[in-house]
Structure formats: structure tokens, C-alpha cells
């Protein structure tokens, strides 16, 4: 899905959560540092987000294990952006935003 990236602090769902129903979270980290906007990293797949368990409350950790553009790769990663669906854990992965750089669009599948 074409779009502009997201960095630290991206709002993410995943539908189905752990147990159950989604579970919402941020984006915690990046692995890596050379290509930023605004100051901030680029989100590039590996990234992990800090989640939280929509029926206990308890914060877990989930890494981003593919998905992004097939256009834009950065240390060989796959940059990730704003409306990706990706599969992880036990369901899809929603990136919500705000953008990292909304000026710029990825245009690419």
C-alpha cells in the first residue's frame, strides 16, 4: 500500500490480538539510524512495537517480521508506512500513524 513512512511513536493495531480481541500499541524502535525525517528513524521492518493486551492490560513486545514497500529498502530493510497491513503474531498489523514525514510518499506496492 503506497504511503508516506512512520518512525518512533507510530500508533499500530493488531487484529486479532493476543487473546482475542485487537490489541494497540506504539512503535518503540527502530534498527536503524542512517536515513531519519524530522529527526527521527525511519521505521524499516524489524522494528518493535510496544503492545498492549486488550483483555489483561499487559504490555509485550512484538517485533515487525516482514512487509513494507517493495520500493524503498534501507540497509536492506523494507521501509514501513502509513496503512501497511502486516502479518505478526497472532494476527495483521496495523500501522496508524501520524507519519514521519508526510510530504513524502512512497509510491511503490
Same mark, same amino acid.
Request: proline share 16%; net charge negative; aromatic share 2%.
Given at each position: 500500500?503506497?504511503?508516506?513512512?512512520?518512525?518512533? +511513536?507510530?500508533?499500530?493495531?493488531?487484529? $486479532?490480538?493476543? /487473546? =482475542?480481541?485487537? %490489541?494497540?500499541?506504539?512503535?518503540?524502535?527502530?534498527?536503524?539510524? /542512517?536515513?531519519? /525525517?524530522?529527526?527521527?528513524? @525511519?521505521?524499516?521492518?524489524?522494528?518493535?512495537?510496544?503492545?498492549?493486551?486488550?483483555?489483561?492490560?499487559?504490555?509485550?513486545? @512484538?517485533?515487525? $517480521?516482514? =512487509?513494507?514497500?517493495? =520500493?524503498?529498502?534501507?540497509?536492506?530493510?523494507?521501509?514501513?508506512?502509513?496503512? %501497511?497491513?502486516?502479518?505478526? +503474531?497472532? =494476527?495483521?498489523?496495523?500501522?496508524?500513524?501520524?507519519? /514521519?514525514?508526510?510530504?513524502?510518499? %512512497?509510491?511503490?506496492?
Amino acid at each position: 500500500m503506497p504511503g508516506p513512512p512512520v518512525s518512533i +511513536g507510530c500508533a499500530v493495531l493488531l487484529s $486479532p490480538g493476543a /487473546a =482475542g480481541p485487537p %490489541d494497540s500499541g506504539v512503535l518503540i524502535a527502530v534498527p536503524q539510524g /542512517a536515513v531519519t /525525517a524530522g529527526g527521527l528513524p @525511519l521505521a524499516v521492518v524489524g522494528a518493535t512495537c510496544q503492545m498492549v493486551n486488550s483483555v489483561s492490560g499487559v504490555p509485550y513486545p @512484538l517485533p515487525i $517480521p516482514g =512487509g513494507g514497500s517493495t =520500493g524503498v529498502s534501507i540497509n536492506g530493510m523494507a521501509m514501513l508506512r502509513l496503512g %501497511d497491513v502486516i502479518p505478526a +503474531g497472532p =494476527g495483521m498489523l496495523t500501522l496508524l500513524g501520524p507519519p /514521519a514525514a508526510p510530504f513524502v510518499t %512512497d509510491t511503490g506496492a
